[in-house]
């Protein structure tokens, strides 16, 4: 989406927010992993052949919302157990 949209490095930056992301490594799946990092590359490669087209939108701000925000829901999701959603 961000690429179609010319926000070349918006889309590095949220892959690799995906990358490091502890739902990733909670799911400790390597080929997950693998996929990112092949989106990372080619996401890094569109970035520099069109760094003078870039309209990246996504601030130091924006990243730091993300980062706070992934952290607090990460941690509600973490806490939920199997056996809380059954009883519903």
């Known amino acids: 989406m961000y690429q179609k949209e010319h926000r070349f490095n918006d889309a590095v930056q949220i892959i690799n927010f995906a990358i490091d992301s502890p739902v990733l490594r909670k799911v400790n799946n390597d080929s997950y992993v693998t996929d990112f990092k092949k989106k990372l590359e080619k996401a890094e ?3 520099m052949k069109h760094e003078n087209e870039d ?6 701000e924006d990243f730091e919302k993300l980062n706070s925000n992934s952290d607090y829901w990460f941690k509600k999701l973490n806490n939920i157990t199997y056996s809380s959603i059954t009883k519903k």
């Not at 309209?55 to 130091?60: A, D, T």
Request: glycine share 0%; aromatic share 0%; charged share 35%.
């Open 55 to 60: 309209q990246s939108k996504l601030s130091e």
């Open 45 to 47: 490669q569109k970035s």
